[in-house]
């Protein structure tokens, strides 16, 4: 049909042939059509197929174990690569006419969808679990771990369907965007109401070292997809230490009121020569911060902390505003 379609196309001179050629592009639309159809009905197959045997081993969609999500949602559903593959494969060796693009594009998304609708319930059940029970740097680990677990099966499952299509990590948006916004819709209410500064720069250090400067980085292609949901929660985590950083400078520092304890320093002096009179450092005497006066101390420690978890500009700002107050 192609070949026909080419050759009135290019012979137009021919008697009527405009109106073969409109009967050709009607068949081939109709064909192509017929190809999305069995597309869809092959990869609904397989999604039935794979809830069929999680409520067989006795789980719902919101308590499947981890053995019955690894075996279950990618093996089986694996199966229907098998099925598709030599359709699938025709479609992306004609992806350079712009039919199949769009073709092409269509099978892409139904897949997308057709994934989504088997692993969000349970990628949202995980996530609530690790909620529940573990704080919120613990949290930030184990979620983006997971997730970076389950992109990276979804990557290998996708590359059995579309092998010439996933050198485009943007294919993968749909489902893999949505995945990880569970974890950001989770994480976000917990850090607008976090005041730990300590928690909050051992957050910045989970995601900004451990996740995108390791994992993200040597795992390669496979997680490319987590990348901006993890950037954007990492600036969340930024936005709001930056405010609890201000927030203790008003607070703890600016409008700190000295005791009379405080301001007695020939005593405090004194005192401190008497009981450190052996050591030669304040690393071999924790107590000689006790010799400082207070907002110092204070301003030290947290600069101290904040110094490898902001931008050298939001850092810069904080420094000067402890100097200034």
């Known amino acids: 049909m192609r070949k026909g379609e080419g050759y009135v196309e290019s012979n137009p001179q021919y008697a009527e042939s405009s109106v073969y050629l409109l009967k050709f592009r009607r068949l081939q639309s109709r064909a192509l059509g017929m190809i999305r159809s069995h597309v869809l009905s092959v990869l609904k197959s397989a999604s039935s197929r794979v809830q069929a045997a999680i409520r067989s081993s006795g789980s719902s969609k919101a308590a499947v174990s981890e053995g019955v999500e690894a075996s279950v949602i990618h093996v089986r559903f694996k199966a229907a690569a098998n099925e598709l593959k030599p359709v699938l494969e025709k ?3 004609r992806s350079s006419r712009k039919e199949y693009v769009q073709l092409l594009a269509e099978c892409h998304k139904l897949y997308c969808e057709q994934r989504l609708s088997l692993v969000r319930g349970i990628v949202h059940q995980r996530i ?25 099966l979804e990557h290998q499952l996708f590359d059995n369907f579309f092998p010439s299509s996933l050198e485009d990590v943007s294919i993968l948006a749909p489902l893999i965007d949505s995945l990880s916004t569970y974890l950001y819709d989770t994480l976000r209410p917990k850090l ?3 005041t730990n500064i300590d928690f909050l720069c051992e957050l910045v250090d989970i995601l900004k070292v451990e996740v995108l400067g390791e994992q993200v980085n040597r795992r390669g292609e496979s997680l490319v997809g987590l990348r901006p949901t993890l950037q954007r929660i990492l600036a969340d985590v930024h936005e709001r230490l930056t405010f609890r950083a201000r927030t203790h400078i008003c607070d703890e520092i600016a409008n700190y009121l000295p005791s009379d304890e405080d301001l007695d320093y020939p005593t405090k ?10 050591t030669i ?23 101290s902390k904040l110094y490898h978890c902001l931008e050298q500009a939001v ?3 904080l420094a000067q505003k402890h100097r200034t107050d």
Request: charged share 25%.
């Open 315 to 317: 850092f810069t700002g």
């Open 281 to 303: 450092s304040a690393k071999e005497n924790p107590d000689v911060f006790k010799t400082w006066y207070p907002p110092l101390e204070k301003t030290l420690s947290c600069l």
């Open 192 to 194: 607008i109401h976090e």
């Open 128 to 152: 609530s679990e690790f909620a529940k029970k573990e704080l919120l740097p613990s949290l930030t680990r184990s979620g983006c771990a997971y997730l970076m677990q389950v992109c990276q």
């Open 269 to 278: 002096l004194e005192q401190s020569m008497e009981n450190s009179s052996e």
């Open 91 to 93: 479609i992306e060796r």
